[in-house]
């Protein structure tokens, strides 16, 4: 399990090491700071070991403190900060950059789709973006699927983890 959680750590540096020079290229437009929370849904969901090293990490905050209100992460505090900035999933590393990612129309047709938080849209319209100025959707997930599959044998389908549930564990009033 060691092994596991120190794949997932390496992956992490390497995406905020690119995700660090992407908010670098675009601090510009970039409005996300402490306490800007509204790309923090609730129900999101990752893999079993990200859901695991958030566990390994925060066992105290799971399960002696509060979950953030319904409507928004869990792992929220009241002031709209991450309670778990420094073990946070994938997902959280890349919101707020220009992404862009492939979606296939047919088998013969491929089209690039671009998105961006409405609160960082000022600016270059990002279709005017060169793609590496982008964060491109895909490479990185296929990667973290696989340290998933060396993590545990469950199928693809079943080894997503809601956040909140991962306060469920404890009785709450």
């Known amino acids: 399990m060691e092994k596991a959680f120190a794949e997932l750590q390496k992956f992490y540096d390497g995406v905020n090491n690119l995700t660090s020079a992407l ?7 970039l409005k ?13 969901t990752v893999f079993e070991i990200e ?4 566990k390994l990490h925060y066992h105290h905050l799971i399960e002696n ?9 869990a792992f929220l505090n009241e002031n709209g900060e991450c309670r778990i900035y420094e073990h946070r999933p994938y997902v959280c590393r890349t919101q707020g ?7 296939e129309i047919n088998e013969e047709e491929l089209i690039e789709m671009r998105d961006i938080c409405p609160l960082n ?17 895909g490479p990185f997930e296929e990667k973290l699927a696989m340290i998933q599959k060396n993590f545990s044998d469950k199928p693809m389908g079943e080894n997503r983890v809601r ?4 306060f469920k564990r404890v009785n709450r009033p």
């Open 23 to 29: 908010n670098q290229r675009h601090q510009h437009r």
């Open 51 to 54: 859901a695991e090293n958030i």
């Open 163 to 166: 956040l909140r549930d991962l």
């Open 121 to 137: 849209e000022e600016g270059e319209p990002i279709v005017n973006l060169k793609a590496e100025d982008c964060w491109t959707i």
């Open 97 to 103: 950059l220009p992404l862009r990612w492939i979606e």
């Open 65 to 73: 403190e509060q979950p953030h209100p319904q409507g928004y992460c």
């Open 32 to 44: 996300c700071k402490a306490g800007c929370f509204s790309c923090c849904v609730d129900n999101i």
